[in-house]
Structures are given as structure tokens and as C-alpha cells.
């Protein structure tokens, strides 16, 4: 595509000089890491660099085309000046791949907790139907079955759009993706044609970065003020799935210009279930679909997951699918890596593994193995680093709370003292609570720990770093992951 023609999709603009020599556009990029000859480059001010500084090198690299907000000295190439280089990036991303979303059914998920366990089932769903699937989220980036790692949960605009024209070149009909409340604040799917967007449930998160829970809460909403305001295309088919037991979910009611379908279990949702009965091995409950009921039987366990659950099915009914087949591929899906992970041992000990890192997540976690545990619960548990410190000293509560053994240990000390993250922890309990609890700053020997003290029947939680296969400490990321953690130890105390 022409440099002329691409950059005419950016309405208010100066160009400098207005008389440059046209060119073939190789790609757009905001990382001179990726400048290669005939590039754009697009200057962002980042949160530890400003993108500007960078454009010698982009020009040394061969650009021939700078996108900046500020003013750069460039003297051989056009500059082209704009208010907002983030929005101009998202747009032109869009055009330069050909606005990929547009052709494909775009399901967008937030939420707190939830998000990847949800566009894992859906994702399933779609497949099942017949359809190649395209996945976007914490643990990879899907195209049908080949997995390409990520970066973020929700990738940059850039990433994200180059991704979504992948999918749109090998077939892929169905989109599942997880869109994290700093993506939204960062504009990172701006210009992402979502069809169907997901709520999933609002409690605290990330509030290093949003500081408040009403701008979290904002974040949260953008993906539903964006969503159905154009029905630019006839048959334009919106929907805003919200779950309508949490407060937020009510509030995007009001937000969204897009028809709605609720899901839940407490109030006279549209999709609804009841007599949820808990067990080891999986849930039971009756699922009401505009009132006609039919009693399922799933694999995946927890009240927690009912919701996952509801909003999945929620999303496929939106799409139009067939009730039958939507619950066949509910009643068979066995879970995603690392949430409530089981790994059951020859000497009745069980350990689970679970991607809870927020007090909610965490509650929801120990509240579920409670409901069906036969034993004591020990609970492994750290904080990550160089992120919000509020939540430390509320999920030491509620481990201490929720569990008979709380063993506090690392869980990505990133940057930080890990000795100093566990006294953020311990802060939250008396001196006659902090003595109730073992620290263990090392995550291996926390597990082993655990796993040496408990007795048959008793359940092990080691929250925190679910499907991470990694730690990093002081900086430095080593292999680590909690399963192979746990069955070395379990291997230990001799069990098969
Ligand atoms: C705080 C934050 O959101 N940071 C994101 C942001 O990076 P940044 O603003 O810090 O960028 P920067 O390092 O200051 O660089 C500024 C600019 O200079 C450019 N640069 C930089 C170096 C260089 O040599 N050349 C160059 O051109 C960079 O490409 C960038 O355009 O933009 C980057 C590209 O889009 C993101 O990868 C990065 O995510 C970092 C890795 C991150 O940890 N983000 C977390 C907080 C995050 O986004 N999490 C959410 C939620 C997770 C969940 O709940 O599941 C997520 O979606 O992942
Ligand atoms: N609907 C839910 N409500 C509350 N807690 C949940 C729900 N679903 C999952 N959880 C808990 O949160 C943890 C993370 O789940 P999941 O990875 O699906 O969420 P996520 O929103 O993708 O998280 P992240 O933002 O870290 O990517 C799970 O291990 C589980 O303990
Ligand atoms: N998406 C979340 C994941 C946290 C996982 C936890 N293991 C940690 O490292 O804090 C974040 O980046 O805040
Ligand atoms: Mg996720």
C-alpha cells in the first residue's frame, strides 16, 4: 500500500514536508527493534521511554516515514504530525491489514477473573461446531491449532492487528479474545469490529496502574460504550453478554447501545442457573434458557465456573448456535491449564493448581475446595511483585481465613525483596495471626513443605502462577512451574 493512501485514513494531520516522494509501505511499526527499509514508524510515549527518542534510530534503520505527536527532527523523511500517535496507530494498523476483524465473528472478553477460561470454552465451542478458531489472551495466541507465544494478555494494536489478518488468511471464521482493562485504557483494540463482548465480574485488580477502582471500573466499560453504536453494516448483529449478579454488570446495561443478554444465578437472568451442587470431580446444575431448564452435568468444578460457564453458553447462543450442540462441548470440557488444575496422588493427597492472584480469585478458589474437601486445605500463596500492594495484605486474610494451613511464600517477586512482599502480606494479620502461618520466601520449598505435612485426604492450594512455567526473581526469570512442582514432591513422599 502507498505511504499517501494509508495515511489518508488519519483525518487531522500535518505533513512535513507535504511534497514528499510516495512509497510502497513494508510494514508499520512502533518498535525500532522491528524497523526494517520502507518502514512507518510510529512514535509512542511509553511509560518508561518516549517513543520520540528513538527516531535516529528508526531512520538509521531505513524508515521513510515518521508518525509523531511530538516534535522530531527528521530531515530527509516526512513526518507526519497528529494529536494522539496511539490512535493513529491503531488506525492505521487497521488499514494497513485490511481491517481483519471485520471479516470474522469477534467475541471480546473482560473482566477480572474469568477471561481466559471463558474464551477457552468458547473458543472449544466454536471448533466443535466446525468452524477454525482463532484465540487471543494470557497464555498464547491461537490460530486453529498452532500456538504463537505473547506478551501481554491483550497484544498492542499492532500485534493484535497483524494477528487477527493471520487469522483472516488461514481460514479462521471465529474469534475469541481476552480484553484486559489496561488494553482498553491504552487503545489497544481501537478499531477491533467486536460482534459479541463479554462481562464477566468487576473486584480488585491492577490498581497499581488505574489507582482507583472507579477508573478500573471505566476501563472496564469502554469495550461496552464502543460496542454498538454504528450498525454501519445491514445484519449488524451486536450483543453485549453481562453477568447481572455483580453491580458493574448492571451498570453496562446502561452503558452499551448494543441489545443485551444477561447471564447469572441470584437474579432473574435470561440465562440462568440453579441448584448448583459442588463436587470433586465436577458440577451439576440446571441451566434455564429464557425459563425452559435442562440439568447439566460438567467436568469443570467450582460455583466460579458456572459463571464461566453461563457466559460462554451466553456468547454461543448470541451467535446463534444450536442449544444441543453448545452443551455437549460444555458437559465435555475438561478446564484450562492451570485453573483448579488437579493432580491427584496414589497416597490420597491432592494438590491443586490455581491462576488466583486476586483476592477474589482467591476467595472464590478456597471456597470451592472447601465445599468439597475431606481433609485439612493448605493454601501456597505469594504476591507478585511491582504490582498493586493493596491486594497483599487481603489475600493473606483470606488464605488465613479460608485455609488450615497458610504457607506464604514468592510468587513473582519481579524486581522487588521478596522477604518485603510477604511483610506487605503479613501486615493484614494480628501478631497472634502472623504466628499462625508458616513463610517459606522460597516457592519450592513451600510446595515440598506442604506436600511432606499434609495427610491423606488433605487438599493442597498452590495459588498464584497457574500455567506460568516460570519465576522471576530480582529480575531474572528461571524455570518454575508449580505442577511439576508438585508431583516432584508428591514423587517424594512416595506416591506413583
Ligand atoms: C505498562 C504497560 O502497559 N506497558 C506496555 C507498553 O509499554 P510501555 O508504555 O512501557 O513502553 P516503553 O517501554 O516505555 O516504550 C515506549 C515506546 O518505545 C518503543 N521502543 C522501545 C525500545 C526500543 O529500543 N525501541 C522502541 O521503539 C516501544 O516499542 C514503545 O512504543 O506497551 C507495550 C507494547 O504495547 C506493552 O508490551 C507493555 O506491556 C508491559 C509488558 C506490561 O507488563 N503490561 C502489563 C501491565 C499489561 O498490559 N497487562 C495487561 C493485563 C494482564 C491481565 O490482566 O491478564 C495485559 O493486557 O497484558
Ligand atoms: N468467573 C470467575 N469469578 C471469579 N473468579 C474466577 C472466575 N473464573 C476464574 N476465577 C479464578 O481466577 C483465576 C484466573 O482465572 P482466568 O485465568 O480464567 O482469569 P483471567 O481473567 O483471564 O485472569 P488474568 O487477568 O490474570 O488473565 C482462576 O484460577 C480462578 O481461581
Ligand atoms: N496478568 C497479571 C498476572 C499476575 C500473575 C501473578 N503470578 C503475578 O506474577 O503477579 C499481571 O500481570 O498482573
Ligand atoms: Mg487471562
Known amino acids: 500500500m502507498l505511504a499517501s493512501k494509508l495515511i489518508e485514513s488519519l483525518r487531522f494531520k500535518q505533513v512535513i514536508p507535504a511534497d514528499y516522494n510516495d512509497f510502497v509501505v513494508s510494514t508499520v511499526t512502533q518498535d525500532t527493534r522491528e524497523v526494517i527499509e520502507n518502514s512507518i514508524f510510529i512514535a509512542i510515549a511509553g511509560s ?31 513526518v507526519v504530525y497528529v494529536e494522539n500517535t496511539n490512535r493513529a496507530m491503531a488506525i492505521l494498523s487497521n488499514k494497513f491489514y485490511g481491517a481483519p476483524s471485520e471479516a470474522m465473528r469477534m467475541i471480546g472478553v473482560t473482566g477480572t477473573n474469568g477471561k481466559t477460561t471463558v474464551t477457552h470454552i468458547i473458543e472449544k465451542i466454536f471448533r466443535e461446531h466446525g468452524e477454525k478458531t482463532g484465540l487471543i489472551g494470557t497464555m498464547y495466541r491461537r490460530i486453529g491449532d498452532k500456538i504463537y507465544p505473547t506478551k501481554n494478555t491483550t497484544p498492542d494494536v499492532i500485534t493484535l492487528q497483524r494477528t487477527l489478518s493471520k487469522m483472516v488468511e488461514q481460514g479462521v471464521s471465529s474469534v475469541a479474545m481476552e480484553v484486559s482493562s489496561i488494553a482498553l485504557v491504552q487503545g489497544r483494540v481501537w478499531g477491533v469490529d467486536f460482534d459479541i463482548a463479554v462481562f464477566t465480574n468487576l473486584t480488585r485488580d491492577h490498581l497499581d496502574y488505574h489507582k482507583t477502582m472507579e477508573n478500573y471500573a471505566h476501563a472496564k466499560s469502554l469495550l461496552f460504550s464502543q460496542l454498538g453504536n454504528e450498525y454501519k453494516h445491514q445484519g449488524d448483529n451486536k450483543v453485549a453478554i453481562l453477568n447481572i449478579d455483580d453491580p458493574m454488570g448492571r451498570k453496562l446495561e446502561e452503558d452499551t447501545a448494543a441489545p443485551v443478554l444477561t447471564y447469572g444465578i441470584k437474579d432473574n437472568a435470561m440465562i440462568k442457573a440453579s441448584n448448583v451442587v459442588i463436587h470433586s470431580q465436577g458440577t451439576d446444575f440446571d441451566l434455564e434458557v429464557f425459563g425452559e431448564k435442562q440439568h447439566l452435568k460438567v467436568k469443570m468444578v467450582g460455583l466460579f465456573n458456572v459463571y464461566n460457564i453461563l457466559a460462554a453458553y451466553a456468547a454461543a447462543y448470541a451467535a446463534g448456535l444450536p442449544s444441543e450442540e453448545i452443551i455437549a462441548t460444555l458437559t465435555s470440557f475438561k478446564g484450562v491449564k492451570g485453573r483448579l488444575q488437579l493432580i491427584s496422588s496414589s497416597i490420597g493427597i491432592s494438590a491443586i493448581v490455581d491462576y488466583s492472584h486476586t483476592p477474589d480469585g482467591l476467595l472464590n478458589a478456597l471456597e470451592t475446595i472447601n465445599d468439597f474437601a475431606q481433609g485439612k486445605v493448605f493454601c501456597v500463596i505469594g504476591c507478585g511483585g511491582d504490582r498493586d500492594h493493596g491486594k497483599r495484605p487481603k489475600m493473606a486474610q483470606i488464605a488465613l481465613k479460608y485455609s488450615d494451613y497458610p504457607i506464604f511464600t514468592s510468587d513473582n517477586p519481579r524486581s522487588e525483596e521478596p522477604q518485603a512482599i510477604i511483610d506487605d502480606m503479613l501486615a493484614g494479620l494480628s501478631i497472634q495471626e502472623q504466628s499462625e502461618v508458616q513463610v517459606l520466601t522460597d516457592r519450592h520449598a513451600a510446595i515440598e513443605y506442604a506436600i511432606k505435612r499434609a495427610q491423606p485426604n488433605d487438599i493442597i492450594l498452590i495459588a498464584g502462577k497457574g500455567h506460568e512455567d516460570y519465576q522471576i526473581i530480582k529480575g531474572k526469570k528461571n524455570h518454575f512451574d508449580d505442577v511439576e512442582e508438585a508431583e516432584k514432591a508428591l514423587k517424594g513422599r512416595g506416591a506413583i
Do not use: N, R
Open 48 to 78: 518508561q521511554i518516549d517513543g520520540h527518542t528513538f527516531v535516529p534510530d528508526a531512520l538509521k534503520k531505513g524508515a521513510a516515514m515518521i508518525i509523531a505527536q511530538e516534535k522530531v527532527v527528521s530531515p530527509d523523511i516526512p
